[in-house]
């Protein structure tokens, strides 16, 4: 199971730069995670790893194989890099059995008799799909359907899964069990797998690491709780785990501890972080990190605020109440009934970045 190298990749589609100086690695039996919004690049990536795109210039590795350099005129065709590739439209054939779908995989690549038999035995073991070998596709569920097309995907052994947004097409409740099971699977087989998607919950949960692009670049390389605690600029900050972004004021400091004051209202100790030079920056915090204050309590950066709405979210409460001059979301399993709430604001939970 290789680890992958993508140096300086660029991908230029006439005027459009799909990817600009776009460089990563991912180790040995990895779970890497492109994640970003629609036409960020992930998929312009994820294509250029498969060998179904020449980028413009870059180079590519697979452990000690160079499977794309544009400066050495080197290009793998996607056959023979033996990657296993799984898109949205995974469509199995539909007039061969689950089974036939994955011995026609196996006899494209020549892989015959007991060996065949065996892999595919294994296959449909390790997506719990043995008692179906005999159906045909329209006769199983959207969800069964997407773990033959990932069974055929694995039965050649692949060195490389390669991912792209392979739980789309099924709902909310099966795209959830169906994101522990692949995770589950990608530990038990250990192959290096690299997915895209646009949805972080899907992301923070199944990936060791995760890159977040934007408009054709990295804007952070880190682990899910890298990515979410402490994420590098505002558009993270934003895309993965919506944060409350807020104008603030970085105060001159002088000898005391540093302080931001929230635009039209109050001043927050920002803890012992540095913080920026005086002046004006964004703050962002998350909503659950923004504590509804008990009585009796005396926590820091305590902030009194109207309750702008209150919605009931099953298990929690998301209120929108004003701080100053700024609306801000706040998620707490504390139920309320009054207009007024006393909230505290915790230094650590602050973020801030320079504006522009
Ligand atoms: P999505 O989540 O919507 O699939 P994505 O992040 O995968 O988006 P890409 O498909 O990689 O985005 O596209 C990146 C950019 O490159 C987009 O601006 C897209 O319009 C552009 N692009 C992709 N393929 C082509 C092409 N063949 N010709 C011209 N522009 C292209």
Not at 28 to 45: A, D, I, Q, R, V
Not at 138 to 162: D, M
Not at 168 to 191: F, M
Request: hydrophobic fraction near 40%; glycine fraction near 8%; include cysteine.
């Amino acid at each position: 199971m290789a680890n992958v190298r993508v140096e300086n990749l660029v991908r230029k589609f006439g005027a459009v730069t799909a990817l600009s100086d776009v460089s990563f690695d991912v180790a040995n039996g990895e779970f890497l995670t492109l994640l970003g919004p629609s036409g960020c690049g992930k998929s312009t990536t994820l294509a250029a790893l498969a060998g179904l795109d020449r980028p413009t210039s870059g180079r590519i590795c697979v452990g000690e194989r160079v499977v794309f350099d544009a400066s050495a005129g080197t290009f793998v065709d996607a056959q023979f890099r033996n990657f296993g590739l799984m898109f949205q439209s995974y469509a199995l054939w539909p007039h061969m059995t689950v089974y036939k779908n994955l011995d026609f995989t196996l006899e494209l690549r020549r892989i015959r008799g007991r060996e065949a038999r065996d892999r595919i035995n294994e296959a449909l073991a390790l997506v719990d799909m043995e008692s179906y070998a005999e159906r045909y596709p329209g006769e199983l569920s959207g969800g069964q359907q997407q773990r033959v097309a990932l069974a055929r995907t694995l039965v050649y052994s692949p060195e490389i899964l390669l991912l792209d947004e392979p739980l789309s097409n099924l709902d909310a409740k099966l795209r959830e069990r169906a994101r522990i099971w692949l995770g589950e699977l990608q530990r038990r087989t250990g192959v290096t797998t690299i997915y895209v998607t646009h949805d972080q919950a899907e992301a923070l949960a199944m990936s060791d690491k995760i890159i977040v692009m934007e408009a054709g670049k990295i804007a952070q390389i880190g682990t899910p709780n890298e990515i979410y605690e402490k994420p590098a600029n505002v558009f993270v900050a934003d895309f993965v785990g919506a944060s409350n972004l807020l104008k603030a004021d970085v105060q001159s400091v002088g000898s005391g501890l540093p302080k931001v004051r929230l635009e039209g209202g109050p001043v927050l100790d920002l803890g012992n972080e540095t913080p920026l030079p005086a002046g004006p920056v964004t703050l962002a915090i998350r909503p659950e990190r923004i504590e509804v204050v008990k009585s009796g309590d005396t926590p820091p950066n305590r902030v009194v605020a109207q309750v702008v709405t209150n919605s009931y979210l099953g298990s929690r409460y998301l209120l929108v109440v004003q701080i100053g001059s700024q609306q801000v979301r706040v998620e707490t399993s504390t139920p309320l009934s009054n207009d007024q709430v006393e909230l505290s604001m915790p230094p650590e939970a602050l973020s801030l970045y320079p504006i522009g």
